[in-house]
């Protein structure tokens, strides 16, 4: 064998392994199955049945896991219990989101949908406060339209009872111009 190519094979076997070691390095995350460089759990992980997957690595790690896809880890909450744990016990350490790359780059860390951290925190608290502030989540407004929809109704039904009532030869206001008047006026809904 050329040593050229030796040479060359042995840097590769190197570098894979410290790509492998750096990736499994990370002492923060849940146990799980050792990935392997560069396409990380991919091969463990059935394609066309992946939660039969995630069921079976979650009897064999609990039901928080970690798995890689690729060299992004992904930790897992398999089952109510775990899931349940996590959104009301351990709230603030799981209200993040994650990151993509390509928005990032494309949004400079700025923007709503694609945000992170504090900045995405502090966008989310303005928007709910401005949403409440007016009127979401609130009676004021789904119920003033309801109202107002229901007066209608009975504003057409008397004026079709008024023009059952008359007699040809008189002549009465069209029926919108009967509801806009009375809309106009305030006299709609009592």
């Not at 070691?21 to 463990?44: A, D, E, V, Y």
């Not at 406060?129 to 009127?135: A, P």
């Amino acid at each position: 064998m050329d040593p050229a190519v030796g040479l060359v094979l042995c840097l590769s076997c190197l570098l894979l392994l410290s790509l492998w070691k750096q990736s499994c390095r990370n002492g923060k995350l849940p146990p799980g199955p050792m990935p392997l460089p560069l396409i990380g759990n991919m091969l463990q992980l059935g394609v066309k049945n992946i939660s039969k997957s995630l069921s079976n690595l979650s009897k064999v790690y609990g039901t928080v896991f970690t798995v890689y896809f690729g060299r992004k880890p992904t930790v897992v909450l398999y089952g109510y219990e775990a899931v349940k744990e996590a959104l009301t016990d351990r709230a603030e350490e799981f209200s993040g989101r994650g990151s993509l790359p390509v928005a990032e780059k494309a949004n400079k860390g700025q923007g709503v949908i694609f945000s992170t951290g504090n900045g995405w925190k502090e966008m989310q608290r303005f928007s709910l406060l401005t949403l409440r502030n007016l009127g979401v989540d609130k009676r004021s407004i789904e119920d003033c339209v309801q109202e107002k929809a229901h007066c209608l109704v009975e504003e057409l039904r008397k004026t079709n009872e008024m023009r059952d009532r008359h007699t040809e030869e008189e002549h009465e206001p069209p029926v919108a111009e009967l509801l806009i008047s009375r809309v106009g006026i305030g006299s709609h809904c009592s």
